[in-house]
């Protein structure tokens, strides 16, 4: 079965520094990638959509790039903030069904 | 409240005993999924629909867990004969069209089995 792996080490930066999280898979080569976050007792909520055909996607302080040869997925967070603190997770759609990553725990130092 | 919306948030069940946990999705959304979410781990896909067809269900654990969604709406997660093992977070979500298109969670439910 399809196999996501992201950073399992909690990330730690310095406000204002960018955060970059990493997303790898395996076998199968999806055909979209999602990134969602999460806060402590609360759902998923979603960030943004790249489609295999498109190599970066931006939006506002967020960007991710998708690379199909190297099966990774990484998702920047520039101008990094307190509130940006939280667990990241990304998901991708393979064989009818989505698999979730771990996730990667952010903080953000003040 | 246009969000998804679960119910209850906490549950605590004895071993042994039947649980149901029910989620509300947003109006007029066509898929929908339950997820399992351990601690410190990623949501694991349990079943999906669309509409009330129950398209794929085959990250149930077993036979003791069973979905319905029977008018398209409102689905319940049953757990029968509940087990220590079954103690996680319940997350439902729903989808505005096919199964590829970003997802809205509801906070989830906290099942505690003693």
């Known amino acids: 079965s399809q196999k996501i792996e992201q950073n399992s080490e909690a990330l730690n930066i310095q406000e204002g520094k960018t955060a970059t999280l990493t997303c790898n898979y395996t076998?199968?080569?999806?055909?979209?990638l999602q990134w969602y976050r999460q806060d402590p007792g609360r759902g998923p909520v979603f960030l943004l959509l790249i489609r295999e055909n498109e190599k970066e996607k931006r939006k506002e302080r967020l960007k991710v790039t998708f690379d199909t040869t190297l099966k990774q997925s990484l998702f920047h967070i520039t101008a990094s903030q307190p509130a940006d603190s939280a667990t990241y997770l990304c998901a991708q759609y393979t064989g009818n069904q989505f698999y979730f990553g771990t996730g990667t725990s952010l903080t953000v130092i003040p | 409240g246009a969000g998804v919306s679960q119910s209850p948030r906490y549950k605590v069940a004895k071993r042994g005993q039947d649980v149901a946990l029910r989620c509300d999705p947003i109006?007029?959304?066509?898929?929908l999924f339950w997820y399992q979410q351990a601690l410190g781990q990623g949501p694991e896909f349990l079943t999906y629909?669309?509409?009330?067809?129950?398209?794929?269900k085959s990250g149930l654990p077993s036979d003791r867990f069973f979905a319905e969604r029977p008018e398209g709406s409102v689905s319940t997660l049953k757990i029968q004969r509940t087990q220590q093992e079954d103690s996680a977070v319940y997350l439902c979500a729903s989808s505005i069209r096919e199964i590829n298109q970003p997802q809205h969670f509801g906070d989830g439910t906290r099942l505690s089995i003693l």
């Open positions: 109006s007029g959304h066509v898929s």
């Open positions: 629909f669309q509409n009330e067809a129950q398209l794929d």
């Open positions: 076998n199968y080569s999806p055909a979209y």
